[in-house]
């Protein structure tokens, strides 16, 4: 079984700048999909970012981007400019290649300040 | 595209009554899944189907629980009975499975079992 964890329950960040969320995950499998979904207080999950396990070169969307480490299990996520719309819950999310299943970590807690 | 549409958005019952939560998943999407958020457990996989089938209901809590696909445009998710600890935020997705995998997730049905 696959896992993921989130090491940092909560986290703060000034307006415009630059903040990195952890995730680590274990598994077995060698080709699989990894996620950041972010749940503002309106409570909507909403697709941030997508890693595909096979592709090296980190995932970018705009202000937000991966930090994508395979040996090590690592999938951190970089929010630049950081905008007081950021401030949500963020989860980091697994699925194996041939599955169709999300595992979820714990969530991290973000609050963007003026 | 209206996204994955859920009813209700809330709802309040007593010890005992049946509840019944409902999708609509986003049309030409062939996979939905029903997940529960607490803050215990966090967001947990309660079932899945492909195809309108049943694949893996593995995180079914128990037998008081039952999810149903009559068809690719509508699903529920049904307690009888529920117990105060069902409180929780239920939250039906939607992929197309084959495609990117990208589950989209619908606003969420926050239930309080009293």
């Known amino acids: 079984a696959q896992t993921v964890t989130q090491s940092q329950p909560e986290m703060s960040v000034q307006e415009a700048e630059t903040v990195t969320l952890s995730c680590t995950y274990d598994t077995s499998e060698s080709n699989y999909y990894l996620f950041w979904y972010k749940q503002p207080p309106s409570r909507q999950m909403i697709l941030v970012i997508r890693q595909e396990a096979y592709k090296q070169q980190n995932a970018t969307e705009n202000r937000f981007s991966v930090n994508f480490q395979k040996a090590a299990k690592s999938f951190s996520l970089k929010i630049s400019d950081s905008q007081l719309g950021d401030t949500a819950m963020y989860f980091c999310a697994f699925m194996t290649h041939a599955g169709n299943m999300l595992t979820f970590g714990g969530g991290t807690r973000l609050m963007v300040k003026p | 595209d209206a996204g994955v549409i859920q009813s209700p958005r809330h709802e309040v019952t007593e010890m005992g009554q049946e509840v019944t939560l409902r999708c609509k998943p986003i049309?030409?999407?062939?996979?939905l899944f029903w997940y529960r958020q607490t803050m215990m457990r966090g967001l947990e996989l309660l079932i899945y189907f492909n195809n309108n089938v049943p694949i893996d209901d593995s995180g079914m809590p128990e037998d008081r629980f039952s999810a149903k696909m009559p068809n690719a445009s509508f699903s529920t998710l049904k307690i009888q009975p529920s117990e105060p600890r069902d409180s929780a935020v239920y939250f039906c997705?939607?992929?197309?499975?084959?495609?990117?995998?990208?589950?989209?997730f619908g606003a969420g049905t926050r239930l309080s079992v009293l």
């Open positions: 997705a939607s992929s197309f499975t084959g495609g990117q995998n990208i589950q989209y």
């Open positions: 049309s030409g999407h062939n996979s």
